[in-house]
């Protein structure tokens, strides 16, 4: 970065922040009732056979749906998890029915808790990329979506972190 | 004036042996739960014989003279591994140069795929001092038994596997013996602070 005045950082970093805030919304995916946010995929290490993948569903019509399954072109297989912990001991399994996204309510795949579990990657990322998902539901049929490969959902949007 | 001076010494006592308490009877205790499959009053650390990430053959005698910090995973785990190990990564940045003194190994609790190849490229991302050890079936599950540490094969279908297993950060004096458990998630300033105990005791 060029040296600036420090108040001219700040500026130049609002504005940054800004710009990229509105682009990052721009990946929130429409259809029908429902509304998927919040896509990312902390970036995983080299050779690492998975990834996790983080959503957020949001249900606005009079009916339930349920996410059934997943597929990503960049990994051979994806499948819905729930990961616990008991006593210290991590658990994970696949959630056979698939993920209800209640009437008017949401569903959240987000660290320690739900995730898509993405298996096989058949290229490398790093963070900045992109992940295309493919979401199935059972009303709203497939749905076309995108994960942003970042470190934390705290970042979401990419070049908050300077703060 | 005396008796105030006799108080503090009693409260010193008092502070101290309670401490003593917390880690000689409590700390264990907490992390023998953490690991239901451990018969109960099993000590936590042993022998074990490994292989690094090099191939090199590791015992529990080679991580003596300095203290240790393990932790049990595999790289197929896409969730509380990586975010372990990224802590960690973020705990030896704080320390810095004082970190040099600390073992610090990623244990595999899935040797049929953790090969010291795959644990090599998978610690790449991380910290250098932290490194991978693995070994035959057998070797990894009397490592495992030593420490208290559960883990068990889920099926995934298709030929695939995930592993459950604990998530427990084992911090070990540089004789071997179990100082006190980081638990998954624990606040960084506490973990540091458990680490900068565990390098000046």
């Known amino acids: 970065m060029p040296k600036l005045p420090f108040a001219g950082r700040l500026a130049a970093c609002i504005l ?15 259809s029908g009732p429902l509304r998927i946010t919040r896509l990312w995929s902390p970036p995983a290490p080299p050779s690492a056979p998975t990834a996790a993948g983080y959503l957020t569903i949001a249900n606005s019509g009079p009916a339930p749906d349920r996410l059934i399954g997943a597929s990503s072109p960049d990994f051979d297989a994806v499948q819905i998890h729930q990961m616990s912990m008991a006593g210290g001991v991590m658990s994970m399994r696949p959630v056979p029915r698939g993920l209800l996204v209640p009437a008017g309510g949401s569903a959240v795949l987000a660290p320690d808790g739900f ?26 049929g497939s749905i076309k979506a995108e994960l942003d490969v970042q470190a934390s959902a705290a970042t979401a949007m990419p070049g908050m972190a300077m703060h | 004036m005396r008796r105030p001076v006799v108080l503090l010494v009693a409260a010193a006592l008092a502070a101290g042996l309670g401490f003593a308490a917390w880690r000689g009877l409590i700390l264990p205790i907490l992390a023998t739960k953490s690991a239901p499959a451990a018969p109960a009053g099993h000590e936590i650390g042993g022998p074990f014989a490994l292989i690094d990430q090099d191939g090199r053959a590791v015992t529990d005698k080679d991580l003596l003279g300095k203290p240790s910090v393990l932790f049990f995973g595999y790289t197929y785990c896409p969730d509380v591994c990586p975010t372990t190990l990224g802590d960690l990564t973020q705990w030896l940045k704080a320390l810095g140069p004082d970190a040099d003194r600390l073992n610090v190994r990623f244990i595999t609790i899935d040797p049929q795929r953790d090969t010291p190849k795959q644990l090599k490229a998978y610690l790449s991302a991380f910290d250098p001092r932290i490194r991978g050890l693995t070994g035959s079936p057998q070797a990894v599950a009397q490592a495992a038994h030593a420490y208290n540490v559960y883990y068990s094969k889920v099926d995934l279908g298709s030929g695939t596997y995930s592993m459950d297993h604990s998530t427990t950060v084992y911090l070990m004096d540089a004789k071997g013996h179990f100082v006190e458990p980081i638990g998954y998630g624990e606040e960084p300033a506490m973990a540091i602070d458990s680490l900068k105990r565990l390098l000046h005791p």
């Open chain 1, 16 to 30: 940054a922040a800004t710009a990229l805030c509105g682009a990052a919304g721009a990946r929130d995916v429409v």
């Open chain 1, 115 to 140: 995730h898509l579990m993405l298996m096989g990657p058949r290229r490398a990322f790093k963070a900045g990329d992109h992940i295309p998902v493919v979401l199935t539901f059972e009303h709203a």
